[in-house]
């Protein structure tokens, strides 16, 4: 089945320390990969997508690509805010028989100190 | 604003009681999704409804239920309630068929099963 796996937090970083949130996956055929943000006490919100190979998803800063020869789309920063302190979830789209499968990873929880 | 709309934003209960959680979602969306994410937890997949039908059952318990009605707006019920109940539930909204239409999420119900 399909299924995504996540770099385990926390991570703890220094203000303008540079980001890496490793992020593969598994799928049939050629999934949609998405990364969420979640500020506490809110619900997800979509930071950055890419929908085929060797597309570059960026969005704040932050940016992924897609790579399918190592099925993988890892997030990164330059250089991080405390303001991004938040929790990350990987995710993809694929199809099943029904229409449209989410999978998410499990998160990571990002601590920035000023 | 992602435009999906939750209520009510907090909910408290006792055991052994039944609630019912309502979602909007965004203007146009056909699919919603539920997920619980209980505390220091990922999501989990509850249940997706397409135009009004179930299109596929995540693990969700017996003892919750869910419906899309005509308009798009989506209540998930949840009945005999247990402490381990207590948890965030998302309904998040998506536009399309296609795998590269992102999932929209409403900020949460926090419910507390005391």
């Known amino acids: 089945g399909n299924s995504v796996t996540q770099m385990e937090g926390p991570v703890t970083l220094s203000e303008e320390a540079f980001l890496t949130i490793n992020c593969t996956y598994t799928a049939t055929g050629y999934p949609s990969l998405f990364w969420y943000v979640q500020y506490p006490g809110e619900g997800l919100q979509l930071l950055l997508k890419a929908t085929k190979a060797d597309d570059k998803g960026s969005n704040k800063g932050f940016e992924a690509t897609y790579r399918k020869e190592t099925t993988s789309f890892h997030l990164e920063k330059g250089s991080v805010q405390v303001s991004d302190s938040a929790v990350y979830f990987c995710?993809?789209?694929?199809?099943?028989?029904?229409?449209?499968?989410?999978?998410f990873g499990p998160g990571t929880r990002l601590s920035v100190l000023p | 604003d992602s435009g999906v709309t939750q209520t009510p934003k907090h909910l408290i209960t006792a055991t052994g009681q039944r609630v019912t959680l309502r979602c909007s979602p965004r203007s146009g969306d056909l699919s919603v999704y539920w997920y619980q994410q209980s505390l220091d937890q990922g999501l989990q997949f509850l249940i997706q409804y397409y135009n009004g039908e179930e299109r596929a059952k995540g693990n969700i318990l017996e003892r919750f239920s869910a419906q899309q009605f005509p308009d798009l707006h989506s209540e998930l019920n949840l009945s005999s309630l247990e402490l381990g109940d207590s948890a965030l539930y998302f309904c998040?909204?998506?536009?399309?068929?296609?795998?590269?239409?992102?999932?929209?999420f409403g900020n949460g119900t926090r419910l507390t099963v005391t």
């Open positions: 995710a993809l789209s694929a199809s099943h028989n029904y229409g449209q499968n989410f999978v």
């Open positions: 998040a909204s998506s536009g399309g068929t296609g795998l590269n239409s992102p999932l929209h």
